[in-house]
C-alpha cells in the first residue's frame, strides 16, 4: 500500500506565492517520476510539471519561469514552489508518481487525494 499526501495549499492573492508538498509513504522500492498535475473546476486534469530521480525537470508553458518542482529522494518528497500567481492557476494540485513496491516488477502510478489553491483577491 502506498500513499501519496500533498499539504500546502490555500488562498492567496494574485502575485502571490505558495508551496505545496508531498509525502509518498508506504511499501517503497523507489521512486522513478515524481510530478504536480492540476485541475481547474470544469476543465480537465492537465501536467504541470515533473521531476525525474536524477534531477531533471520539465515544466508546462503555462507555469515555465513562475513554478520551480523539487523532490528530496531520501524522503520520498516532491514540491511545487508556484510564486507570481495567477486567478488561472486556481485548481485542485495532485501529486503523481511512479513507484516500484514491495512484490512488484515495474513501476504503477500513484495520485494523491488533491489540495485546493486558490487565486483570488
Known amino acids: 500500500q502506498v500513499q501519496l499526501v500533498e499539504s500546502g495549499g490555500g488562498l492567496v492573492q494574485p502575485g502571490g506565492s505558495l508551496r505545496l508538498s508531498c509525502a509518498a509513504s508506504?511499501?517503497?522500492?523507489?521512486?522513478?517520476?515524481m510530478g504536480w498535475y492540476r485541475q481547474a473546476p470544469g476543465k480537465r486534469r492537465e501536467w504541470v510539471a515533473t521531476?525525474?530521480?536524477?534531477?531533471?525537470?520539465t515544466y508546462a508553458d503555462s507555469v515555465k519561469g513562475r513554478f520551480a518542482i523539487s523532490r528530496d529522494n531520501a524522503k520520498n518528497t516532491v514540491n511545487l514552489q508556484m510564486s507570481g500567481l495567477e486567478p488561472e492557476d486556481t485548481a485542485v494540485y495532485y501529486c503523481?508518481?511512479?513507484?516500484?513496491?514491495?512484490?512488484?516488477?515495474?513501476?504503477?502510478?500513484?495520485w494523491g487525494q488533491g489540495t485546493l489553491v486558490t487565486i483570488s483577491s
Open positions: 503523481h508518481a511512479l513507484i516500484l513496491v514491495t512484490g512488484s516488477y515495474r513501476d504503477r502510478e500513484h
Open positions: 508506504g511499501n517503497i522500492v523507489s521512486i522513478s517520476v
Open positions: 521531476i525525474t530521480g536524477g534531477g531533471r525537470t
